[in-house]
């Protein structure tokens, strides 16, 4: 598979450009904000630049490419992955209006492992009513936001089935007891932590864990590219990790 590879110079599409090599796939060229042409393909700083025929775009870069990213993808009828977080509501706007017209699969975390997790949470959720929940995410100390996209993604897994949810930052002080639609968002800095993701179902006299731990970025790699060959001969719209792993919206 041709991959035009947003976010070519950061940690992520390093590793992407590593695993696609072993597995067979090629990085045509990638998209940077800093231009830089050293390297196994040709980087730019502008999709103007670009002349490389692609099968998919990966993008693993921020929100400011997102416009000009969706403008060259829809142009070129090319299936996108969105494997960036920190879009808003706006920016999802314009993801779901380019989905009608070329195949988007957006995830917050590219683990095929987190998506297994999510499943197994609502899972849980369905089978456990009237226990608390809480959500801890941990990763390392250079990590800017918090909680992480995944952390957020998950509660919004939960708010689907019970919309009166709502999220309570890491408590402090004389808070009170804990009331019924509490989610507690706990979130860790340290050390060189990849990522951890624990979904606490807290019952009666019973306790239940559901945890994923990323113990290197190349599983975020694998999850990605998986996504890359998931979206060909897609129609348009926007697909998910689930349409990956079970088959949804095929």
Do not use: W
């Amino acid at each position: 598979m041709r991959i035009l590879l947003c976010g070519a110079d950061g940690r992520m599409g390093k590793a992407v450009t590593e695993l696609a090599h072993q597995r067979g796939d090629t990085i045509v060229c990638g998209l940077s904000l800093v231009q830089d042409l050293s390297g196994p393909f040709p980087v730019y700083n502008s999709f103007d630049a670009v002349t490389q025929a692609a099968d998919v775009l990966l993008d693993f870069s921020s929100p400011a490419l997102l416009d000009a990213l969706l403008e060259h993808a829809t142009r070129h009828a090319l299936p996108v992955v969105i494997a960036s977080t920190g879009h808003d509501a706006e920016a999802m706007a314009r993801i779901e209006a380019a989905a009608q017209c070329i195949p988007i699969l957006r995830a917050s975390n590219m683990s095929l492992g987190v998506a297994v997790l999510r499943r197994l949470v609502r899972m849980a959720q369905q089978a456990l009513p009237g226990f608390d929940i809480e959500i801890t995410e941990k990763h390392h100390h250079m990590k800017k936001d918090a909680p992480s996209g995944t952390a957020l993604t998950l509660l919004e897994d939960l708010q689907q089935h019970n919309p009166a949810l709502h999220k309570v930052p890491g408590r402090d002080g004389q808070v009170g007891a804990r009331t019924q639609n509490e989610v507690g968002m706990h979130a860790v800095r340290g050390g060189t932590v990849v990522g951890e993701h624990t979904v606490s179902f807290y019952g009666e006299d019973e306790t239940v864990e559901i945890t994923h731990i990323a113990q290197s970025r190349r599983i975020f790699a694998a999850g990605a590219l998986a996504a890359c060959h998931a979206l060909a001969g897609r129609k348009p719209g926007l697909y998910t990790l689930d349409d990956v792993l079970f088959g949804e919206n095929a």
